[in-house]
């Protein structure tokens, strides 16, 4: 920040200090340099400072009275920029210059996501507007685009509609307080059905018939409903892609281990096999040792006898050691089935389990509903006695206005009685009659005071009415004791004005007596002085009852102002709750959104973990069909060899002497 304010003081011969002040101050990556009236030369230099990575995500330069040069020079700046995200120029009247400068902006920014342009009446100039649309039909970065208040009639509402039909990425735009119409909202509306992008369009105050607004309103929603899903279709590609791949990393760490285990087995055999193969060279040796010992000593038959009884037993032990190794075989087999009973069960109460959570979701989720359905509701009763009240208030005004014409007109045929008894009395004594006009002279100037000011505080009152219906058109829903309050208000309003009434008439009627006063004095005055005295004091007496009623009206006053400013803050605060209720609900319906999502995931997740379980139990079914074919493969091959050596030592020893010997015995 430090090096931009100081480029900014090297390009600028002159440089603004209000400019400089903004700078100096930490704005945390934006740049604000609203209601500043900026000069052609600040807008050159910063116009030369922005382009490339300037170290600002947000530019205000909104009630900036920039000329259009000015806005040629900036937005020039802006074109090349990466790093700038939000751009506000509100309320600098730009023209078709400014307009041609955006388009330029939009053909060539690629970073620029929101465009706030409110209060500048683009759409009195059809060249620049025309400009500007086609290049926001060109633009596939801008997401937020404000025109309010721009005065964009139906021509510029279809060229806007032409441009939607070829921009894919703009998702809000607000287009309030135009002059759209019927024709632009039903161009809209068209542009609105190839347009899949747009979430928000907002035509108030555009002229614009209800069927059409809901027409609109229906479409954004289904564009929002299918970015949604997008969103959703996308995060669940995202999460299966991730869960295929530790699938498949799972697995080949299962096939690696699998691949070790048969390795090991394979290993196991061999030595199995070379420790076989080893034990018939043995026998082998014996058998040839044995064939010479048998030769050189047939003396030794009890020897071989021995040997041969030797020989049995371990025939016996031998299958000994294979009945051995079946019952094992046979138990480990029934020990796998147990086992594989144990995992079905316990899949079985997993998916009850989630069975069960799942049937508890939905419960919520339908109260939830249930829920947000009557909050919907109750936001609807709200908006009609909104709108009641606001028929009360005109209501209300009108009256007021009324019996503010009424009393003015009371006191001006006053006014005209008291100048027609004072000429009287001027007939009479004209010295009287000067002090009492200069008396009465004063007293109408500060009525005319009076009244100017009651008529300027009548326009401020009229104004404050005004600004508290706009801000209650735009601020929907108002809880319902907050309307009993405003009625009770109402109520004692009308109280205190019926009491003024009843205060004027007797005012009135005073003042008739002192005019039928005035007459019987006029008719006595030449009987007696000492009555025209009486009369005197008698006028000093109304005047100060006139002065006391008009301190009590302005009192009243005062309270009315009072009453009005505490009307306002309640207000205000009723606004400040319901923006609450609102913020509330939509956290609402987030956790909502959320949880189904979950529970969508879960379900997809569990059946994905089923699928897995019976294939990963369908391949050790496989597995230990094919052990149980390699043991009785291996008990096949042990029981051959077992036959072939007793084959081979019957041989051997019925064709030695001694075995024939033996058998003739």
Known sequence: MEEFRRAYARLCAAPQEAVLRRLRAPGRGRLDLAALGLSLETCGALGRLLPGAA????????????????????????????????????????????????????????????????????????????????????????????????????????????ALKQNSSLQELDLRWNNIGLLGGRALLNCLHSNKTLKRLELAGNNVPSDILKGVEQATDHNQDRQTILSETQNRAYILSKEVLSLKDEKTKQFLDLMDTIDKQ???????????????????????????????????????????????????????????TKQEQTSMAERHFLELQQQKQEGADREGKLLHDLSAASEKNLLLRSQVDELEKKCKVQQDQLFQVKQDLTNTTAELKLRVVQAEEHLETEKRRFKQSLEDMESLRLKEVDHMTQHMEASERSMQDRIQRLEAIRIALEEELSQVKAAALTERGQAEEELIKVRNQARLEEQRL?????????????????????LKQKQMVTEAQAKANQLSLHADGLRRRIEELQQDLNSKEEEKVTEVNKVKVE???????????????????????????????LSSNHREALLDKEGEISMLLEKLRMKEADISRMREEEAQRASFLQNAIMAYVQGSPLGTHGSRK
């Open 266 to 324: 394979r290993e196991e055999i061999a030595r199995s096999g070379r420790m076989s193969a080893a034990r018939v060279s043995q026998l082998q040796e014996a058998l040839d040792e044995q064939h010479s010992i048998m030769n050189s000593l047939k003396a030794k038959l009890q020897m071989t006898e021995a040997a041969l009884a030797l020989s049995e037993q371990k025939v016996h032990s031998l299958g000994e050691l294979l009945n051995a």
């Open 55 to 162: 170290p600002f995500a947000e530019v205000a330069l909104g009630d900036c009275g920039l000329s259009e040069e000015g806005v040629k020079l900036l937005l020039h700046g802006l074109c090349s920029n990466t790093t700038v995200k939000s751009l506000d120029l509100k309320g600098n009247n730009l023209r078709t210059v400014g307009a041609e400068a955006l388009g330029t902006l939009l053909r060539q920014n690629k970073s620029i996501r929101s465009l706030v342009l409110e209060w500048n009446s683009l759409g009195m100039w059809e060249e620049g507007f025309s400009f500007f649309c086609q290049a926001l039909g060109a633009n596939n970065c801008l997401q937020r685009l404000d025109l309010r208040n721009n005065q964009i009639n139906h021509q510029g509402a279809g060229e806007l509609a032409m």
């Open 571 to 601: 207000l205000q605060e009723q606004i400040g709750h319901l923006q609450a209720e609102r913020t509330a609900q939509e956290g609402l319906r987030e956790k909502i959104a959320a949880l189904e999502r979950q529970l969508k995931v």
């Open 498 to 518: 019926e009491h003024l009434e009843e205060k004027l008439r007797l005012m009135t009627e005073s003042r008739d007596e002192a005019q039928n006063c005035c």
